[in-house]
C-alpha cells in the first residue's frame, strides 16, 4: 500500500469552531448543498463556499453572506427569484416586495394594495446596493429564502427545514442582542446603545 503526504493551505476549522454563529452557518450550508443533485457540476457554487468559508467567522456579515448563499441555492435548484426588476412596471429603483406567487420583486407603488400579503424585499439583497443589512434585513431575508425553499423544496420532497437554519438564526440574535447591549459602533459611525 502506497502512503501520501498532505500539507493544508489553510486551516479553518478551528477558526470557524470558534463561533455559534459560524458553526451553524456552516450546518445551514452543507444541508442546503445537500439538496442539490449528486454528481452535478456546481463551480459556482464551489468558489462562493470558499469566499463563505472565509468569511464566515465574522458575524457582522454572516448572515447577509448566508441569506444570499440560500438565494443562489434556490436558483441553481431551479426556483431562482428576479429581484431585478418590477414584476407590474418593469421599474429598477425602489422595489420594495416579492410576491409570494411569482417569486419577482415589486416596486413600493405597485405593490402597496397588497403589502400584506407580499414579502419584504431586504434593500440589502438589490443587485449594486452596496448596502449593509441590519438585524431586521436580514430576519426579512430568511422570512423571504424561508419561504421559497418551504414551497418549492421541503414540502414537494416531504422533508423538514435544516434545524441548523434555525440554530444560525438563533446565533444571529443573540449575537445582535448582544452588540445592542454593550453599544457597538456601526458601519456608519452610529454608536449603537
Same mark, same amino acid.
Given at each position: ?74 436558483d441553481e435548484l431551479g426556483f431562482g427569484l428576479d429581484l431585478s426588476q418590477c414584476a407590474a412596471t418593469g421599474a429598477r ?29 431586504? *434593500? ?6 452596496? !448596502? &449593509?443589512?441590519?438585524? $431586521? %434585513? ?6 423571504? @429564502? ?17 434545524? *441548523? ?6 446565533? !444571529? &440574535?443573540?449575537?445582535? $442582542? %448582544? ?6 459602533? @456601526? ?7
Open positions: 500500500l502506497g502512503t501520501f503526504q498532505a500539507e493544508a493551505i489553510e486551516m479553518n476549522a478551528a477558526r470557524l469552531m470558534d463561533s455559534a454563529v459560524a458553526i451553524y452557518g456552516l450546518q445551514t450550508m452543507a444541508a442546503h448543498l445537500r439538496l442539490l443533485p449528486e454528481r452535478d457540476a456546481h463551480g459556482g457554487l464551489y468558489e462562493t463556499l470558499a469566499v463563505m468559508i472565509a468569511h464566515l467567522d465574522d458575524t457582522d456579515v454572516a448572515g447577509e453572506l448566508v441569506a444570499r448563499f440560500e438565494l443562489l441555492i434556490l429603483q425602489d422595489l420594495a416586495y416579492v410576491s409570494p406567487k411569482s417569486g419577482r420583486a415589486v416596486s413600493r407603488a405597485a405593490g402597496a394594495p397588497w403589502r400584506d400579503k407580499m414579502l419584504v424585499l431586504p *434593500a440589502f439583497l438589490q443587485r449594486g446596493s452596496g !448596502l &449593509r443589512a441590519d438585524p $431586521a %434585513a436580514i430576519e426579512d431575508a430568511f422570512r423571504l @429564502t424561508g419561504f421559497f425553499f418551504t414551497r418549492h423544496v421541503y414540502e414537494p420532497r416531504g422533508i423538514e427545514a435544516p434545524g *441548523a437554519r434555525a440554530g444560525f438564526l438563533a446565533a !444571529l &440574535r443573540k449575537h445582535h $442582542a %448582544a452588540d445592542k447591549e454593550i453599544g457597538v459602533e @456601526t458601519a456608519a459611525g452610529e454608536i449603537i446603545t
